[in-house]
């Protein structure tokens, strides 16, 4: 299995990115997927995180209302559109699988089997 995590960059506040996760060696329509940020120093947290079907979604307080998840089950590739960024949500981004079945979401790291490498967000003016 591999979930290959890119979109990172620097931006300025008040910009916007869009991450891409792309997974491989797996069913991916039978996995829920999720966005987890750790900045330096801080805990890792789940930002968003989507159902196999994409029916049902959770957001993290930090970026409800900034930030949607979204997926494309034909080309086994989870998003995650980040608006109006702010510095402090500069942290390395990883995508993650869960391949428990059922049809919610869930924003425990102790649930989610496969883990992307990490794309590196900075934003800063």
């Known amino acids: 299995v591999q979930l290959q995590a890119s979109g990172g960059g620097l931006v300025q506040p008040g910009g916007s990115l869009r991450l891409s996760c792309a997974a491989s060696?797996?069913?991916?329509?039978?996995?829920?997927m999720g966005w987890f940020r750790q900045a330096p120093g801080k805990e890792r947290e789940c930002v968003a995180a989507i159902s196999r079907g994409g029916g049902s979604t959770y957001y993290s307080d930090s970026v409800k209302g900034r930030s949607t998840i979204s997926r494309d089950n034909a080309k086994n590739t989870v998003y995650l559109q980040m608006n109006n960024l702010k510095p402090e949500d500069t942290a390395v981004y990883y995508c993650?699988?869960?391949?428990?079945?059922?049809?919610?979401?869930?924003?425990?790291?102790?649930?989610?089997?496969?883990w992307g490498q990490g794309t590196l967000v900075t934003v800063s003016s």
């Open positions: 060696g797996l069913t991916f329509r039978m996995y829920a």
């Open positions: 993650a699988a869960d391949r428990r079945v059922y049809s919610g979401v869930d924003y425990r790291s102790e649930n989610y089997d496969y």
